[in-house]
């Protein structure tokens, strides 16, 4: 991104062909690539993307009307909540606990089964890096094709396998190092799942019912799979008045329920139960676990 | 980290140097670092590190008492939760959500202030990846030093530097693209954190009081930033018995407020408002935001 | 309200006079007081009062364009639901909670300073019953006039007594049991507040912003309150599809926080700290606190 | 309870006789009814009734080791966390809420079927009155002796009915105004409590599982019941330093679904459908229902 380490830093600006966030007054936001001698049209005026190219990020910028605008890099999360959907994306405050529970790192090797508008593809490849290795797995044409657009309008397609297939027929790679189910029925895929997934990988799945839990639980159980954890995630919003701190007055009450797995090696017999599952552990899992004893 | 696709995929196995997370059936975790001819001591029992190196991950051993233990690599929670710490440390819960409003993406730039005992250190080394660049600041020697130990346990020590000093003063780095302050009082030191950011950088924190955050906002108001945005995340764990689902009894009410903002570019005259504020939109904030992109 | 007990129950119905709440199948809801030969008007069609009259609670009755409506008694959370109102009203997950801390019962004697638009005051008069006794101070008139008629239309006038004074004057009353300020600055009326309750007596606020916590709970500290609670509550409603069980998409993510407190008597010297406060003790907040009880 | 309206108010004091709340330095709680010539043990010093007998509300008073004690009249939530108990109680956050779903008002008329260890019992005794008329059913001995100790440990014995029965067999009072059942299947007695409500009666549940939940409101679509509503209420304590206002660390996650349905009148045919429940309107649940009265 940027090099200086001290000395002289020349600040970062604006180039042809980046992806830009100009934000309005009125707290509209708009997020493009800049194109030279190309124009956004706002509902307050005209701003020229030459006026934006050769800009600090940082900066304002007026419209023809006089109207100023501030330029800024867009970040992940202003980047997903302006995808082109077609189906319920995956927000935020569930996104960055996933990306964390799929232990997602530079050069990984993960999976999605249910591509959907490309939410979390968008972040499984800017994760991944330019070395990671994403596969994106769903059986509708214009579901792939949809997201296919949102990387390509990110600079991202490169770092994404698209597979267009049932799952029920099995995966079409192995050895994955996580995979996330975003489908209705995850439970009717969890054999399929556990053969795609290498020893010790890492399942997680998002549902909107409760009834729909109880069917994954359950079948995970059944299946090989260890360390069952089910969590959901609150996000409250606070008004940013310094003298009239306080919650804003609506909040999203749900999206959906998480859940998370991990698959076990193939063994003759029963698998073993670990006792308590973290998700039981309702204190502990919240604090430091026992640490490290050698011999 | 695995390679095939398709034909025959070979499981990845637990190697000499390998991190390890062992769990029990009591749901006792230990996390671990493979050595040829140790042992791994616990309460039920001796396993021999022999025992695991050469195991499939997800493979079940035996301690000599017999007792089954399961071999996984362990994920970046896992490993935050077991750091060795002598502060709080930020929790996956609202880490997981931080990576994402940083935008922290392989190879970026990056700096926090107040190294703690580690854990944000830990995650961001992960995240960005060995090309990046990671900053750790603070002016205690021994919180510095269980940090570097932290990073130097899970290999990843070469990807941070540390820097001794105290922030007052100004930071060692320019051009950031992302600075997390993990300090009591973020508000007195923003004109030095302004200039540590590039234009349009983005700036994180994490504070326990509701007097913190209206004295931290303030600041931002007055330091040049704009797009500030305050929450909270809450997380509920559930019991996972599929045929009575159930929240479990107890959770974490409160680890701390996160607030986030960008910096603008300097400029003459007063900063533009960008009218309401992401965190005011309460139902906006949730939904994808119109948008409008011309040519 | 009936008398059966056992054997032939007379079904309750309605009568002329009473209060009345009509839903329609799109859930739209009517509270009114029946009224011999005088019609509701829907925007589904006309129901003429006599239709409801005689008829038994739970009934259903059709417009005169032949859509069904069913006939009930409003429940109180119904009745606050639908008050004219002209202020924020305290909303039920919070008001049920307040009449709890304030220990309500019938007979007792209570006062609250803001009238705002008479929805404590139509609870207080409700569960405090005809021996109850219930002042209500305010020193703008247009707001008092809203509450009773809010009360006269409840039939509860009877109940309570208002007071239209400033209360930086005092009190009218003393000696309560029970006193519940709902103003923006109750921080500045404690002395006021502290003379109008008896020894022991309980004072409970509703206050939108933390900063006004913060104020109020300093003077608490400071004029001679004890037994100090800070909360807030949260609703969460779900759809009621049994097979597709889920919360809502959206909920209220703050009305106000709640503040309790107790009187104590007026003593030479400083009052005693009674160490930890009860909303320090999260965990024995909600266990059974050990009891011992010797003759 | 009390009398003075103005002038010179008397001072209420503690009698021999009266239910008192005792609590120290520690936070340490004590719940008592004061009897003459008796002596309090604490872990901190003795304290004798006749210290607290004549003493005013509010006062403090000292053990024989010099530690002082603040003497209150107990409020109904802290009488209901003391009661001696064998089963999980009602917690306030959910029992407040309950009272007021269930329309609870002097003089009704209302039942509880499952016992327990009488939280519910004493709430429903207190707010009804002496008027009121209150049945408690059980088909367990214990539990309704328990439930019996403790109201008359609060004097309010003579308020409430017992029934040793199994409700299978049907209720043995009719016409209620409201019925709660706090049992692991009330699906399992829709038809029994359909007969002891009267038309539009309210019935309310709470529920520890998601599934019971299901089966709950599959059954009350099925029995003739409406207005089906289902939620689940949150509460979170604040510390209570004024310059350090922030939540407690931990709180409860989870007590029970609450689910309250209104009984329809029986009709021959179908029952209507009254279009969206409550609880789906999630916003409009919050929000002043439109009102339409008409001459």
Not at 69 to 82: A, G, T
Not at 154 to 173: E, K, N, S, W
Not at 260 to 277: N, V
Request: net charge negative.
């Amino acid at each position: 991104m940027s090099s200086g380490n001290g000395g002289t830093v020349t600040e970062p600006r604006a180039a042809d062909g980046d992806l830009a966030l100009v934000i309005g007054q009125d707290g509209k936001r708009f997020i493009l690539r800049l194109a030279a001698d190309t124009e956004l049209q706002t509902h307050r005026g005209v701003i020229a993307h030459n006026d934006l190219i050769g800009a600090e990020w940082g900066a304002t910028r007026h419209s023809h009307l006089g109207l100023p605008y501030v330029l800024l890099q867009p970040s992940l999360d202003e980047i997903l909540l302006h995808l082109k959907r077609r189906s319920q994306i995956i927000f935020p405050k569930d996104l960055g606990y996933i990306l964390l529970r799929l232990a997602i790192r530079p050069g990984m090797r993960v999976a999605e089964a249910g591509t959907g508008s490309g939410a979390l593809t968008v972040a499984l490849a800017w994760m991944a890096g330019p070395q990671g290795e994403v596969h994106s797995i769903d059986r509708r044409t214009d579901m792939q094709e949809l997201a296919r657009a949102n990387l390509a309008r990110l600079g991202l397609q490169d770092r994404v396998t698209f597979h267009l297939l049932d799952i029920a027929d099995g995966f079409p790679i192995q050895g994955l190092d996580a995979l996330f189910l975003d489908l209705p029925d995850p439970h009717n895929y969890l054999l399929q799942a556990r053969q795609a997934l290498h020893g010790g990988g890492v399942l997680g799945a998002i549902l909107p019912t409760a009834n729909q839990v109880s069917s994954l639980v359950e079948g995970l159980d059944q299946q090989g799979f260890s360390q069952i954890d089910v969590c959901e995630i609150l996000q409250r919003f606070y008004k940013t008045i310094p003298a009239r701190l306080r919650p804003v007055d609506r909040m999203v009450a749900h999206t959906g329920y998480l859940v998370f797995a991990r698959a076990l090696a193939p063994m003759l017999g029963p698998a073993p139960q670990t006792g308590a599952r973290e998700s039981d552990l309702d204190l502990d899992a919240t604090q430091p676990i026992g640490e490290e004893e050698q011999g």
